[in-house]
């Protein structure tokens, strides 16, 4: 580009032409051209647009959004802006080079990526979609997601943490702290946090539409016609509730506003019902009633719920009370209470009727998730009937991952939202800390900030202290992970005639398990236990075969992790492996006489190929083999 071929041309045709230039053509060779261009190349405008053009996502303390509506545009400095999230993109870029290259550091490099939020994510979200022809395409893709989803759930706990914050009102936030929970099974999808307030947003302005005379309506007139108008809308309960009343979705709030059938339970029915209604200028909040939750409605100061002005200003105000799950109408007062006495509720019960706080619906949600995770785990014995497969159907995802990841959300927001001068606050803490460990350690960073201070004022403040370690000691497990994440590779050779006749199998073949018929993808062998990675699971059936002299864990499991039960050494050989029947646990150890190689690629699961990305780079369908990244541990395979 010169100057003379374009010195004729007014200066708003090339701000016009300057909208599809790339910026960095802009900053390396348009602003060099010339004095005019420079100035015109440089307009606050421009960068403005440039700005939103090249970023969806943004960081909540870049203001982004309130700076476009900004009515002094031109004093914000957006080319500053955008070279800053250029700057961080590369630096994103590099720290996940390094994670594909090496595994020294993988978790301490991913940390901070996360660290960087939704600034993250546009770069994220390109890599998650890697074509083809990427060397490397299923680790990038694989390690692209981890690092998206871990920033996602960071965000939900941060919105869990803020719930005793002071000066919070109790009964506020309550479509954020539900919505927190889809934030852990949302991946690449666009119904994160700001998709569900702005469809909630987007229902009250479209019952304003629908019902103009709304702002005469008596507050019980208007209640009503919201449930009537919400319900017909199909956005309370569910099809055929005998049969998918426990679907893990039912317990999802964005997936209930997403789905087209928008399923949901009691208590996501009338979170939004309540959400909407405040939206409307009405005081609704979620009553935890033991049955299923219901929605509450109070009338307005010095008002009736009918619109009359009250006879006696310092009585309690009036309350009305709907089961947005089932029905159009109100439910009296009376109705709920003989509800109580039938459920055994004779003492205590008003504490029922009242609006519940947003941390104890939290943690009625996080119980409910529980129970669908529990009872989808029960149908694991009829693994791919259409109620198992329903059961866990969300959508997008691994079906099984998502069923560990709302149990883990589930765990987080339990520990985030009860209050830590309660004794029963580390109830399930052990359990917490062994899910983080094994399967999602990228989440240290989370752990770390919101999790830890946490932690030590329960520990600094419990009447009956006692040393604390293992999976009872937060800290000491964040140190684990550091420490493992900071080792050399362990190599493995093959250095002998004698090892290459007595290890027959190789990195990345994929085998069927001879008694149990899962398929597997081998990422680690060792002529005797020991040498094998560290940390690792025993399956229940191999446990039992191959060292007999030791119970299982209850769960079927065996943890191997150094200073947390390591077996001695044995004389066999021994792989670890990536199995479909287990996708969160990638250490999975199996005997060599349990392997049957298989050739044909259509038997891999597609889940399976997506998961093998944390050990491998791509799959060759000629060789029915995963080319190995973990060639610093085994490099003659």
Not at 569 to 595: E, G, H, W
Request: some cysteine.
């Amino acid at each position: 580009m010169t100057s003379s071929s374009l010195d004729c041309f007014p200066d708003e045709l090339i701000r016009h032409i300057l909208l599809y230039v790339s910026p960095e053509d802009n900053v390396l060779n348009v602003q060099s051209v010339s004095r005019r261009f420079y100035h015109i190349a440089n307009e606050p405008l421009l960068w403005r647009y440039l700005c939103r053009s090249s970023f969806t996502f943004w960081r909540p303390e870049h203001y982004f959004f309130a700076k476009l509506s900004d009515p002094r545009p031109t004093t914000i400095e957006w080319k500053k802006l955008w070279l800053r999230r250029k700057r961080q993109n590369h630096l994103i870029k590099r720290l996940l080079d390094e994670i594909l290259t090496t595994r020294y550091r993988q978790l301490r490099n991913l940390q901070r990526i996360c660290q960087f939020g939704y600034d993250a994510k546009d770069f994220l979200l390109e890599q998650c979609h890697a074509d083809e022809s990427h060397d490397d395409v299923l680790a990038r893709r694989y390690y692209a997601n981890s690092a998206l989803d871990s920033i996602h759930r960071g965000m939900a706990v941060e919105v869990w943490s803020k719930c005793y914050e002071t000066g919070t009102d109790p009964y506020s936030g309550l479509d954020r702290a539900l919505g927190a929970f889809d934030m852990f099974v949302l991946h690449d999808q666009p119904q994160d946090l700001e998709y569900i307030l702005s469809t909630l947003d987007a229902l009250a302005h479209r019952f304003t539409q629908e019902h103009p005379e709304h702002e005469i309506m008596s507050t019980r007139q208007k209640a009503l016609a919201l449930n009537r108008w919400l319900r017909a809308q199909n956005l309370m309960g569910m099809e055929n509730e005998t049969v998918n009343y426990h679907n893990l979705r039912n317990c999802l709030l964005g997936h209930a506003l997403s789905d087209n059938e928008h399923p949901s339970l009691p208590i996501i029915s009338s979170a939004i019902f309540a959400s909407v209604a405040e939206r409307l200028g009405m005081s609704s909040a979620c009553c935890a009633f033991p049955s299923h939750v219901h929605a509450s409605v109070k009338a307005p100061p010095g008002m009736t719920l009918d619109g009359d002005v009250v006879q006696d200003p310092k009585a309690e105000p009036e309350t009305m009370y709907l089961n947005p799950y089932k029905w159009d109408g109100e439910v009296t007062l009376d109705e709920l209470r003989r509800a109580l006495v039938e459920l055994g509720w004779t003492q205590g019960s008003e504490v029922f009727l009242r609006a519940s706080p947003v941390p104890i619906i939290v943690l009625r949600t996080a119980a409910n998730i529980k129970a669908a995770t529990s009872r989808i785990q029960n149908l694991a014995d009829r693994q791919g009937e259409p109620i198992e497969v329903e059961a866990k159907r969300l959508r997008a995802g691994h079906p099984d991952i998502n069923v560990e990841a709302a149990k883990y959300a589930s765990m987080w927001a339990e520990l985030m939202v009860k209050p830590v001068a309660s004794i029963h606050w580390d109830h399930n803490l052990e359990a917490f800390l062994h899910s983080f460990a094994m399967s999602w350690g990228e989440d240290a960073w989370i752990v770390r900030k919101y999790l830890l201070p946490l932690y030590e004022n329960f520990v600094a403040s419990s009447r009956h202290a006692r040393n604390r370690t293992g999976w009872e000691n937060v800290r000491e497990i964040l140190n684990m992970l550091d420490n493992l994440d900071g080792r050399e590779a362990v190599v493995s050779r093959r250095y002998t005639q004698e090892m290459q006749e007595r290890v027959r199998y190789r990195i990345g073949q994929v085998f069927r398990h001879k008694r149990y018929g899962w398929i597997g993808i081998i990422n680690g062998w060792a002529a005797g236990s020991a040498g094998l990675p560290v940390p690792h699971y025993l399956d229940g059936y191999e446990d039992e075969v191959q060292s007999p002299t030791t119970s299982p864990r209850s769960s079927g499991d065996r943890l191997h992790s150094e200073g947390f039960g390591l077996r001695p050494q044995l004389a066999r050989v021994f792989y670890t492996c990536m199995c479909s029947k287990r996708p969160k646990v990638d250490r999975l150890r199996v005997a060599q006489n349990s392997i049957e190689i298989i050739t044909d690629p259509d038997l891999i699961p597609e889940s399976l190929k997506f998961l093998a990305g944390k050990y491998f780079k791509r799959f060759d369908r000629e060789t029915c083999t995963f080319v190995s990244n973990i060639k610093e541990s085994y490099p003659d395979d």
